[in-house]
């Protein structure tokens, strides 16, 4: 069983900068990856960015160069770093692990970009 808990979403202008994290209760070596996904109002819920085991990232086309996902394996913590936001990044942001054949779920974030 993993836990995951989220934190960091909020209220920022367009053009401001927000950092998600995402604590894992396990050792996030253990974890095949983790991702941040989020869910627009009206929308699909979709992935935003990921990060391998081995520390490598993909990005979905819309965030490259302003999102960055990182991690400190000594916090168990994923973090996505959110700059130059715009009001379409609106959404609930979603952390996800995978582990053997299990996908687990933090609770969401709120992240609102409006002037």
């Known amino acids: 069983q993993v836990q995951l808990v989220e934190s960091g979403g909020g209220l920022v202008q367009p053009g401001g900068s927000l950092r998600l994290s995402c604590a894992a209760s396990?050792?996030?070596?253990?974890?095949?990856?983790m991702g941040w996904y989020r869910r627009a109002p009206g929308k699909q819920r979709e992935l935003v960015a990921v990060?391998?085991?081995?520390?490598?990232?993909n990005y979905e086309d819309s965030v490259k160069g302003r999102f960055t996902i990182s991690r400190d394996v000594t916090k168990n913590t994923v973090y996505l770093q959110m700059n130059s936001l715009k009001p379409e990044d609106t959404a609930v942001y979603y952390c996800?692990?995978?582990?053997?054949?299990?996908?687990?779920w933090g609770q969401g974030t709120q992240v609102t970009v409006s002037s």
């Open positions: 996800k692990a995978n582990r053997g054949i299990n996908d687990y």
């Open positions: 396990v050792n996030i070596f253990s974890i095949n990856g």
């Open positions: 990060i391998t085991r081995g520390g490598s990232t």
